[in-house]
């Protein structure tokens, strides 16, 4: 623990008093007691993209703030657990204690054995891990005829559609279902937007639809061939744009009704050239 766990421990203690007291129906919350697993799953999601946003920004004080929330969100699912008999936080706290041991026997196994010396050879002493769990539970069932897919089904059916695309496109390709070359991946991106544009053409939305997924993966798949992060690379798009645009509205007094394209476009340039300055100290246009 940290410096001092103690503190850590009482404030922790205090926590779970609040969460126990807004769920208490004798004078507790009465939003607080609506909700329910299935409730919560939105602000789970909001809550962890907020964390992940303060990180990327780099800001201790709302990460902190943003930890915060996310871990409000596990103390009210144990806390309805608890309710319903079915577990509760020591149960969630002791289960994920006992995982992280047994997935690190380099550094809690009494015997030294053959350690790994670097972040890859610990991931590869995880996974292994985990396969042994995954084939210990299901010891005794039917065999499955697709493992893997199973297993990737399981693991992004909660995850948001980059995320799982981004862990599909590893599994598979590890597991070697691979192009040969980068070239291979290019083919397929542009094969995927023609028959996004054919599908446009169409007119058949549902089509489209699909056809949009499969531009989004392939791109998924450039981004993973490149070693880029898509959704680090589209939160930073939508940084900037936001960040354009605000000027764009500030110059035209915030209203852009009745402003033509080449109106707007001019002012985005014009946006666009003062961050760079701003941020290379160079005057606009050099």
């Given at each position: 623990m940290g410096p001092h766990p103690q503190a850590s421990l009482d404030a922790l203690a205090e926590l779970i008093a609040v969460v126990d007291r807004l769920r208490d129906p004798d004078g507790g919350c009465p939003w607080d007691l609506e909700q329910t697993h299935a409730s919560l799953v939105p602000y789970v999601l909001e809550e962890a993209h907020e964390v992940a946003d303060a990180i990327r920004h780099g800001d201790d004080g709302h990460l902190a703030e943003e930890l915060g929330d996310l871990l409000?969100?596990?103390?009210?699912?144990?806390?309805?657990?608890?309710?319903?008999?079915?577990?509760?936080?020591?149960?969630?706290?002791?289960?994920?204690?006992?995982?992280?041991?047994?997935r690190h026997p380099h550094v809690f196994a009494a015997a030294a054995g053959e350690r790994p010396t670097d972040a890859a050879g610990v991931r590869a002493s995880w996974e292994a891990i985990k396969a042994e769990e995954l084939a210990d539970a299901r010891a005794g069932a039917p065999p499955?005829?697709?493992?893997?897919?199973?297993?990737?089904?399981?693991?992004?059916?909660?995850q948001p559609a980059l995320a799982g695309a981004m862990t599909i496109s590893r599994k598979a390709a590890a597991a070697g279902f691979e192009w040969e070359a980068i070239e291979g991946v290019w083919e397929k991106v542009h094969e995927e937007l023609e028959e996004l544009k054919e599908a446009v053409a169409s007119g058949d939305r549902a089509h489209a639809q699909t056809e949009l997924g499969d531009v989004l993966f392939t791109l998924v798949n450039v981004g993973r061939w490149c070693g880029l992060d898509p959704e680090a690379g589209l939160a930073g798009t939508n940084r900037r744009f936001l960040e354009r645009f605000s000027r764009v509205e500030a110059a035209l007094g915030g209203n852009l009704q009745g402003r033509g394209i080449s109106d707007l476009e001019q002012h985005w340039r014009a946006a666009k050239a003062a961050i760079r300055a701003e941020q290379t100290g160079e005057p606009p246009g050099e």
């Open positions: 409000l969100q596990v103390l009210l699912h144990a806390r309805i657990a608890s309710e319903d008999g079915r577990f509760d936080l020591a149960a969630v706290a002791r289960g994920i204690s006992a995982k992280l041991v047994r499955s005829a697709s493992p893997l897919s199973d297993r990737l089904a399981g693991k992004v059916r909660g």
